[in-house]
């Protein structure tokens, strides 16, 4: 698959089989992650992946969010060093970590799984079920699965409304 087409082809999902993903499938999509690209190759990341269904239980009440609890695993990118800056003025783990779940996700579905990137949820409560540092940031969740609908493709703005070019005006 080329990646224009999962670009366009990939869609968030929220409802998932029930059907376990293999190991081999999540090792790719964390692989995915590991080789993206990172802030002066900084690679200051964790990536907590949550299989058992307890702890999935109480994270999806954390994130406020029932759907995410259907799927078999509960992808968790979190940033280790959240006050590095880059030259421009953003936060490092921000890009960072923004590239690795985007790379993540596609590759997800290209191996035929389902995803739904997570920026809506209470930080707090994610870090005490996952005993997640203080320090370290989470900066997006995705379930993980075997999708369960096929939702239709959302409105896009148009390139013309979007692209400026030399100059912002």
Do not use: H
């Not at 690209?37 to 058992?52: I, L, M």
């Not at 969740?141 to 400026?164: H, Q, V």
Request: proline share 7%; hydrophobic share 35%.
């Amino acid at each position: 698959m080329d990646v224009l087409s999962a670009i366009q082809g990939r869609k968030s999902i929220r409802k998932y089989k029930d059907k376990p993903v293999e190991e081999e499938k999540l090792l790719k999509v964390l692989e995915a992650a590991r080789i993206s690209p990172s802030a002066r190759n900084q690679q200051e990341w964790k990536f907590v992946v949550v299989k058992d269904q307890e702890t999935r239980k109480r994270l999806t009440e954390a994130i406020g969010q029932p759907f995410v609890g259907e799927a078999p695993i509960i992808l968790v990118c979190c940033g280790t060093e959240p006050e590095s800056v880059m030259r421009g003025g953003q936060l490092r783990y921000t890009v960072d970590l923004s590239i690795a779940t985007a790379y993540m996700i596609l590759e997800a579905y290209d191996l035929g799984l389902g995803t739904c990137w997570l920026g809506s949820y209470d930080e707090t409560k994610v870090k005490e079920v996952l005993g997640i540092p203080e320090k370290v940031r989470v900066v997006s969740i995705t379930p993980l699965g075997y999708p369960d609908e096929s939702p239709s493709p959302r409105p896009r703005k148009e390139l013309d409304d979007i692209i400026r070019y030399d100059k912002y005006e």
